[in-house]
């Protein structure tokens, strides 16, 4: 099954996936992107490798080198690095293929687009959340390689992380 979540900045998507993998039987591997704050303000992003539970930083707002995306610089290399093995790994040793997030940030990285595609060529479970306002090409592919695409909203984000589990704990 290939699941794909989508919905407006701060709505809960890595919530529901961090809940989705806290319910699921399966082996999980994969990435999950969280909020680097100071001062209760959003200054970047870091990637954590949900297999090993390395951590990198995905963009931030003093990163100096690296693609510009609103505020923040991309650490390509930290995204190569840690992303794009934890997402290797999970094609090779996990059930669930989990990538939190799939946006601009993370689409300047070529051997992640590559990874992406590899992993849903794969046959395994995947859960990802996608941009909610990209209409970048790839993502645009994704979609129609997916199962379900599922906009979360507050209304609605039990409901879906209830579907998801079923669908994940099904044989």
């Known amino acids: 099954m290939k699941i794909l979540v989508t919905g407006p900045p701060g709505c809960g998507k890595t919530t529901l996936v961090k809940n989705v993998i806290a ?89 992640f687009i590559k990874t992406v595609e590899k992993a849903f060529d794969s046959g395994k479970d995947i859960i990802a959340t996608i941009h909610f306002k990209s209409k970048h090409p790839f993502i645009e592919d994704l979609k129609k390689k997916s199962d379900v695409l599922y906009i979360l909203n507050e209304n609605n984000r039990n409901t879906i992380r209830k579907e998801i589990v079923r669908y994940l704990n099904e044989d």
């Open 23 to 111: 319910s699921s039987k399966k082996k999980v591997g994969g990435i999950i992107t969280e909020e680097i704050r100071c001062g209760g303000v959003r200054v970047g992003f870091k990637l954590i490798d949900l297999s090993t539970n390395s951590e990198g930083i995905l963009s931030h707002v003093e990163q100096k080198k690296g693609p510009r995306v609103g505020k923040y610089r991309v650490n390509l290399p930290d995204l190569d690095d840690i992303g794009i093995k934890a997402i290797e790994n999970a094609i090779e040793e996990g059930e669930v293929i989990v990538i939190d997030e799939i946006g601009p940030m993370e689409l300047h990285s070529e051997k």
